[in-house]
């Protein structure tokens, strides 16, 4: 039986300085029902770790007004060239959909890059587990994994309708499987099996990354662990500044001498242990919370 794993906080990764600005949208499209991928001008953002977010929120720029507190967001992709951060983005509430109302040229409010992202250090494939949005947590992963390093990437949704990004990681050169609760292939025990007859001894990952999903995190936590693999996930929080301040998205804490990891600047990325791990190895020495997962 696994021992229960605990979130331990990844090593500063020298992040680029977060900036606050109003940014020109470029374009607002619908993926799918319900679902919108939001493209805006980002100057002076060079670079975005896989598993970054920004806070987002919809501005009425021509009377000087921000219609609402901004909302954290996934960067999906990054077009250096352009100069664009791209979100996908689904409409869940009154937030989300201010959001989608925004049409080329408006304004939006974009404080970024925010937290932790994956540390993508390390050898061996790389496998990425994606349900629901946090499949868009993954969006950067690929294309900054070290070359020589496939990545398969696992996307569960309750049905094909909602199995987005399929297109994107094909595109960025993934192997891409897809499991749907539509077509009862997304449960533990056969993604499980799909999962171990997919890596055979000789090509077992060094890492695994979730996002989306306990269900999954706990799988993949059980499979990375008798590979010998690293794993992290990145967890979602309700926030409100999404800069360390209001204290609104800080986790559960394993014990009372720890002072509660806030997921914004804690997080939202990181590295999963196995309960009652401490944090000695030398890449962790400085990074002493260790949280029970929720
Ligand atoms: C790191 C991270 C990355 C994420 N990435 C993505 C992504 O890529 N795509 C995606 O679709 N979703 C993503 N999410 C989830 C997304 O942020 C939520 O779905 C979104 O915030 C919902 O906002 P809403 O207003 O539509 O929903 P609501 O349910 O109306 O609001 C959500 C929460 O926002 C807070 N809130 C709302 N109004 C106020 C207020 N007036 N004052 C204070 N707090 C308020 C509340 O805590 C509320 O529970 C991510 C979340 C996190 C933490
Ligand atoms: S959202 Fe305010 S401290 Fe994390």
Redesign the pocket.
Known sequence: MNAAPVLVRLPDQGNEPVRNMLARVESVATVAPG?CRITVASPGIASVRAGQ?CMLGSVDWREGRER??P????V?EHDRGNGTLG?????????????ANLTPGDRIRLIGP??HGFDLRGEGPVLLLGRG?GT??LGLVPSQVPAGRPVTVLLSARDSARLLGVDHFERLGCTVLTVTDQDGTSSVPAVADLLQARFGAASRPGLVLSCGSRRLMDLGFGLARSWGARMQT???????CGLGYCH??ASPVGSEDVEAPL??VD??VFELRPSGTTNTGEEDAEHEHTVAVG
């Open positions: 679902y977010f609402m507190l909302r954290p967001m996934a999906h979100f996908v983005c689904k409409l869940v509430g009154d937030g989300t959909r201010q959001l925010l937290g949005v868009f947590s990145s967890v979602e929080a309700n926030m409100a609104g998205c997921v914004c997080g939202p």
